[in-house]
């Protein structure tokens, strides 16, 4: 199984401001997902992060707003931009090796917006 | 559109005290059905893969089984140490979409 760190583990923002989460695999993954969990609210799926091209955005997120990276099989970054006290939430970095096996999650970023 | 519903939204035990919980999904087509656990501030861990009706997967105390339109994770003679959100995802079947959706979870309490 993978082993995904995710820095920072949590953070206190100001609206209107941008905050770059990174996510580390110790080993190379074919696919890299970025989910967000509300309290009370399922684990939504924001985006598929795909190594040298633009992500795949989920209905409802857009590039503008979360604007992902990934740069090689290991590494991915979540920018959320313009931040607003809606976006306060638990963002969750996930990895597989194929499209028939289980996920793997970091350990989440909780993000407060203030 | 794919939906997940997992009941109870939260559930108490006493220690010893077996019971089940239910994930119902509405799927086109099921690729595989997923149970995690998730501690207070982590991210969840994976616990089962299911794929076809009548399947059935253990781990310790821990027991799911499928059907067409539902899972159950029986959990047999729970400890305190198995408190946690389990929550339950589904992916469709068809192309290389991995996409997982995922019910809200059921929170279990185990009391000593």
């Known amino acids: 199984s993978a082993v995904i760190s995710q820095k920072p583990s949590r953070d206190i923002c100001q609206r209107g401001t941008s905050l770059t989460i990174q996510c580390q695999v110790d080993s190379q993954v074919t696919m890299m997902f970025w989910y967000r969990q509300q309290p009370g609210q399922s684990l939504t799926l924001i985006a598929t992060?795909?190594?040298?091209?633009?992500?795949?955005?989920e209905s409802g997120f857009v590039i503008d707003k979360f604007p992902i990276s990934r740069p090689n099989l290991t590494f991915s970054t979540l920018t959320v931009s313009n931040m607003s006290p809606e976006d306060s939430s638990i963002y969750l970095c996930s990895a597989a090796d194929r499209v028939d096996t289980e996920a793997f999650f970091g350990q989440g970023t909780r993000l407060t917006v203030v | 559109e794919d939906q997940v519903t997992q009941s109870p939204e939260a559930l108490r035990l006493q220690e010893g005290e077996s019971s089940s919980l239910n994930c119902s999904y509405t799927v086109s087509g099921l690729r595989g059905l997923f149970w995690y656990r998730q501690d207070p501030g982590k991210g969840p861990e994976f616990l089962f893969t299911l794929y076809s009706a009548g399947e059935e997967k253990e781990k310790e105390r821990l027991k799911a089984t499928l059907t067409k339109k539902e899972s159950f994770l029986h959990i047999t003679a729970p400890k305190p140490e198995d408190s946690a959100t389990y929550l339950c995802?589904?992916?469709?079947?068809?192309?290389?979409?991995?996409?997982?959706?995922f019910g809200k979870g059921t929170l279990l309490t185990v009391n000593p």
């Open positions: 995802a589904v992916q469709e079947s068809g192309g290389s979409n991995y996409k997982l959706t």
């Open positions: 992060a795909n190594q040298g091209s633009e992500a795949t955005y």
